[in-house]
């Protein structure tokens, strides 16, 4: 399977849960497990070998992963420690051991994957501006949905690298709603701009200044900032 670029991932087309159905069920969590454990090697090659059979094994599940299902699969890997969302595996040196454990970890990873895909489709179409919204409420939608967004690729439990996740969530949200993806991408490196350090939880002042940016450089207009009148929608917003 040809490598997924990280420019390649900031089309939510290819990863929207909406567009790309994904039946499961005990036969196809047999059949997946079946072709992970093909590739789970007889003798772990551990420190001393460099875990290349480790490696390898994940390589070629992945490879599986993404031939059987489609691109949007592609983060069943994802760990925290590499700034994503998976908590259920983490590598392949971590977490190929016997056949029957690592296809466990691999199914429990995509699960995990797809669940917090359509919890992240859910959360994009809550925040997105009405159809109809004025620039100035265009604004304000824009400016709450990305302090949200990176919040929430905080509280995912991302370590190192947690801001890649939330650029590539906020070019997601941004494509979600017809916004060309190149348009997007350069919308979000300039509000971020360098600002958000892997390793560290920003100030909020900061992440709402970042929210801000994004709102001014995409509006013209600055948020509107008196959120009484928007006090049930900033409740229904900031439900987990």
């Known amino acids: 399977m040809p490598p997924i670029t990280y420019e390649s991932l ?17 036969d196809e969590e047999a059949r997946l497990g079946s072709l992970v454990r093909a590739w789970v090697p007889p003798v772990l090659s551990g420190m001393a070998g460099w875990w290349q059979g480790e490696h390898l094994c994940e390589r070629q599940v992945d490879a599986i992963i993404r031939e059987r299902y ?11 420690r590499d700034g994503g969302p998976i908590g259920t595996w983490i590598s392949g040196p971590n977490s190929v051991t016997t056949p029957d454990e690592t296809a466990a970890r691999v199914v429990a ?6 669940q917090w895909l359509e919890r992240t489709a859910r959360r994009f179409a809550e925040l997105a501006p009405p159809p109809d919204a004025s620039p100035e409420d265009r604004s304000w939608h824009l400016e709450r949905a990305c302090v949200r967004l990176v919040t929430h690729a905080l509280d995912s439990g991302a370590e190192g690298g947690w ?25 979000v490196d300039g509000a971020i701009g360098g600002r958000f350090k892997s390793w560290v939880t920003p100030e ?21 900032q008196d959120h009484r009148e928007r006090a049930a929608l900033e409740d229904l917003h900031d439900r987990p």
């Open 10 to 26: 900031r089309n939510w087309e290819e990863i929207d849960p909406a567009r790309h159905p994904f039946a499961w069920d005990e």
């Open 70 to 80: 489609g691109t949007w699969a592609w983060g069943w890997n994802w760990c925290y």
């Open 109 to 114: 990873a995509l699960l995990e994957w797809r």
């Open 163 to 187: 801001h890649g996740q939330a650029s590539i969530l906020l070019c997601w949200f941004l494509t979600s709603s017809g916004m060309d993806r190149a348009d997007a991408a350069r919308a």
């Open 204 to 224: 909020r002042t900061l992440i709402d200044s970042v929210g801000e940016d994004l709102a001014i450089g995409l509006t013209g207009h600055a948020p509107y």
